[in-house]
């Protein structure tokens, strides 16, 4: 009962198990997966999948990419299209625009498009020839590249890669379009040159470079000789003042060496030289006392003698002179002394004879009018004597007056008399007529000639008259004869 | 049938596009970046490289008609 139970729950589930595992296994073998770097071509079996181009017409197979897809084993064909990179080393001889043959070495890389119209063109050629596709596209692309070539200068190939992938582009996209591949990227790797012309073409930039390389060398190889020479020449001249003042400071030491030498005969010879200043200064002195001795010994006397002989010279002159002095005075004043006496004698005789005439005329007036003043003037006379008076003062100042007068000889000091006594006398005569003849004139003044003629004479009129000057004479000879 | 969904798209010159060369331009589509051959669309113009052109027209084969965008 449980056996059959239990052999009845087995059986369908394993029936069951067994189906699951076939679904799944079939599943397995008609589902197909497109990986990322290829597509899927399915082909047979027509239906709703099959491609359509844009023009609606049907390609006749299936392209798959990305993504998995239910295919009927046995109906439907399934090819995988690689769509990796591929690349094709191309070398090529080939002529540039200038004609130069050059040998090309380069790479192309390529790949088949991605979109369904280059993997319908790839898959239409390719897809039994993948392991040939870089073969034909070799094959393909050196022509490209040989018109490539032929369309550039080798300049332009060298330095213009824009240009270079530009012309890849025209000359080979419609080609590579029909083929269904991409042109990623073209490479030139190499140019050679069999006739030299990219050297030439570097050659005058190498020369060039040369020559400024070797000019530099050059001019710093003359520069450093400049320096060099400067420096040596700098060298020298260092050499030279070191030498120069190496001999100037030897022909200091020499030149002190030479002082040092001469110092002993020059300090004797200073030495000497105070010796002989010092002698010469004796001598100088000796001869000064020897001058002095001269001086006092023989000098001096002779000097002195000199001057006793103009002494007594100069006595004798001056005797001389006064005598001839003395006597020329005398002459003098003896002729002036003749003179005086003439003109005193003269003047004597002319006042005689004035008075004479003067007295008689007066005489004849006074008796005219004595007779007339007679009365008044003894009623006055009797009233007041004034006159009297005068009178006699005036006759006490005669000696006075007289002294006065005899006063003009007080100042000759040699009264020479030639006339002797007689000569004295007169002098003295006419010194006391002088003061007879002042007194008359004063007592004129004072007194009226009547009353005078009348009065008493006051004692004086005795004293002027001649006859008593002798009684005078002895006072005043005292004065006049002082050097007779 | 896959260049037309590509018109109305912007693309990046990345070769020089004008009469009488082919013209490229980058593109960004399937989640990467493909070029494609690039012509003027008035087949006058020239476009150097580096600018931003807009997709006018597609041509089967990988080929775009392209015309310059001005600055924005």
Request: contains cysteine.
């Amino acid at each position: 009962m449980n056996l059959a139970a239990s052999s009845v729950i087995i059986v369908p589930a394993a029936v069951v198990v067994g189906v699951i595992i076939v679904v799944i296994l079939l599943f397995k073998a008609m589902w197909r997966v497109a990986e990322p770097n290829e597509a899927l071509i399915i082909s047979g079996l027509r239906d709703k999948g099959i491609a359509k181009d844009s023009s609606g017409d049907e390609m006749g197979f299936r392209i798959v990419t990305g993504k998995g897809t239910l295919v009927v084993p046995g109906v439907q064909a399934v090819r995988r299209l690689s769509l990796d990179l591929h690349q094709a080393d191309l070398q090529v001889d080939c002529v540039t625009h200038q004609g130069i043959p050059v040998h090309v070495s380069g790479t192309v890389i390529f790949k088949i498009g991605d979109d369904p119209g280059s993997i319908t063109n790839a898959a239409r050629r390719f897809l039994d020839q993948q392991d040939k596709m870089d073969q034909r596209v070799h094959n393909v692309f050196a022509g490209h590249l040989r018109s490539i070539v032929g369309s550039m200068t080798v300049e332009d190939m060298i330095r213009d890669r824009e240009q270079l992938t530009a012309r890849t582009r025209e000359a080979s996209g419609s080609e590579m379009t029909k083929l269904g591949l991409i042109i990623d990227s073209l490479q030139i790797q190499e140019i050679d040159d069999p006739t030299g012309y990219i050297k030439n073409l570097a050659m005058p930039h190498t020369a060039a470079v040369a020559s400024a390389a070797r000019i530099a060398q050059a001019d710093a190889d003359r520069e450093a000789t400049e320096r060099e020479q400067q420096a040596n020449a700098l060298k020298a001249e260092a050499q030279r003042n070191a030498a120069i003042k190496e001999a100037g400071f030897q022909a200091e030491v020499d030149k002190a060496n030479a002082e040092a030498a001469q110092a002993g005969p020059l300090a004797q010879a200073s030495a000497r030289q105070n010796v002989v200043e010092q002698e010469t200064r004796t001598a100088q002195l000796e001869a000064a006392k020897q001058q002095q001795v001269l001086v006092a010994t023989v000098i001096r006397p002779a000097e002195a003698k000199r001057d006793a002989d103009i002494a007594t010279a100069q006595a004798a002159s001056r005797v001389a002179e006064l005598t001839a002095e003395g006597q020329a005075k005398r002459t003098t004043l003896e002729a002036e002394a003749k003179a005086t006496a003439t003109r005193a004698t003269g003047l004597a005789e002319a006042d005689a004879t004035k008075a004479r005439g003067m007295a008689e005329g007066e005489a004849i007036e006074a008796r005219g009018l004595a007779e007339a003043k007679t009365i008044k003037a003894r009623a006055e006379a009797l009233a007041t004597n004034p006159e009297a008076v005068a009178m006699q003062s005036l006759a006490e100042h005669w000696p006075d007056v007289v002294r006065e007068a005899a006063g003009a000889f007080a100042h000759v000091k040699n009264f020479t008399v030639l006339d002797g006594a007689a000569g004295v006398n007169r002098a003295l005569m006419e010194v006391a007529s002088t003061g007879m003849a002042s007194f008359e004139f004063l007592r004129g003044l004072f007194v009226p000639k009547g009353v005078a003629a009348d009065a008493p004479p006051p004692p004086m009129p005795q004293a002027a008259s001649p006859a008593d000057l002798t009684l005078v004479s002895p006072a005043t000879s005292d004065n006049g004869s002082t050097e007779h | 049938m896959s260049e037309q969904r590509l018109v109305g798209k912007t693309a990046t010159v990345t070769g020089r596009v004008g009469p009488g060369t082919v013209g490229e331009v980058s593109v960004h589509v399937r989640g990467g970046t493909e070029t494609y051959f690039a012509r003027p669309a008035d087949g006058a113009e020239v476009i150097e490289k580096g600018q931003q052109v807009l997709i006018v027209s597609a041509a089967p084969a990988r080929t775009l008609y392209v015309t310059a965008i001005g600055v924005f």
